[in-house]
T-cell receptor, first 115, second 110 residues
C-alpha cells in the first residue's frame, strides 16, 4: 500500500478511443503530479496541481487533458493518442507543491499501450 | 536548474554497504538533493533528502560534501531486495522534479 492508488494498472486503447486514468491519494497531501516514463526517455514531469490549481504544464500535447476535482483525486483524460504515447504513467503527491522540502510519493502507475 | 550525474550501474555484495555517488556541481544554496529508487514494475520510492547536513533514516544515509557539489547515498547492509534503479535529483527553481535522469542500476548479488 503506497498511499497513492492508480487505476487501471494496465490499459490498451486504440488511437481513436477516449479513456481516463485515475489517481487517488490517501495521505492528506495538497499537490498532485502526473509523470510519464517511456522506454526511450527518463521519467518526466507532465503536470502539477497545487491546491487543485494547475501550476505546471511541461509542454504536454493537448491530447492529454488533466483534471483535479479535489486535492485527493487526479485524472488524466486521453484522446486520439499515438503509438509513441505508450508508456508507464505515474501519479505522485506531496505535502505542497513548489516547496523544496517536500518529497514525492508515487503510485505504481498505469501501463498504457496504444495500438 | 542543477543537473545530476550518476554512474549507470554498480554491483554490491549482499550484506555489504552500497555507496552510490552523485555529482551536482551546479547546485545552488537553497536546493535540496533527493534520492529515490525504482524497483521493476513499481513507482519510484522516496528514500531520503538533504540540504547540507548529513542525513540518516531507517532506509539509508546521505552524505553531502561541504561544497555541496556531490553526495553519496549509503545503504549500510544491502540485501537482494535493494536491487533497483537509484535516482539522485535536484528540484528546479519552482520546486518541481522535472526529470529523473538515467539513475544508477544497483545489482545486489548473493
Amino acid at each position: 500500500e503506497t498511499g497513492v492508488t492508480q487505476t487501471p494498472r494496465h490499459l490498451v486503447m486504440g488511437m481513436t478511443n477516449k479513456k481516463s486514468l485515475k489517481c487517488e491519494q490517501h495521505l492528506g497531501h495538497n499537490a498532485m503530479y502526473w509523470y510519464k516514463q517511456s522506454a526511450k526517455k527518463p521519467l518526466e514531469l507532465m503536470f502539477v496541481y497545487n491546491f487543485k490549481e494547475q501550476t505546471e504544464n511541461n509542454s504536454v500535447p493537448s491530447r492529454f487533458s488533466p483534471e483535479c476535482p479535489n486535492s485527493s483525486h487526479l485524472f488524466l483524460h486521453l484522446h486520439t493518442l499515438q503509438p509513441e504515447d505508450s508508456a508507464l504513467y505515474l501519479c505522485a503527491s506531496s505535502q505542497e507543491g513548489g516547496l523544496f522540502n517536500s518529497p514525492l510519493h508515487f503510485g505504481n502507475g498505469t501501463r498504457l499501450t496504444v495500438t | 536548474d542543477a543537473k545530476t550525474t550518476q554512474p549507470p550501474s554498480m554491483d554490491c555484495a549482499e550484506g555489504r554497504a552500497a555507496n552510490l555517488p552523485c555529482n551536482h556541481s551546479t547546485i545552488s544554496g537553497n536546493e535540496y538533493v533527493y534520492w529515490y529508487r525504482q524497483i521493476h514494475s513499481q513507482g519510484p520510492q522516496y528514500i531520503i533528502h538533504g540540504l547540507k547536513n548529513n542525513e540518516t533514516n531507517e532506509m539509508a544515509s546521505l552524505i553531502i560534501t561541504e561544497d555541496r557539489k556531490s553526495s553519496t547515498l549509503i545503504l549500510p547492509h544491502a540485501t537482494l531486495r535493494d536491487t533497483a534503479v537509484y535516482y539522485c535529483i535536484v528540484p528546479n527553481n519552482a520546486g518541481n522534479m522535472l526529470t529523473f535522469g538515467g539513475g544508477t542500476r544497483l545489482m545486489v548479488k548473493p
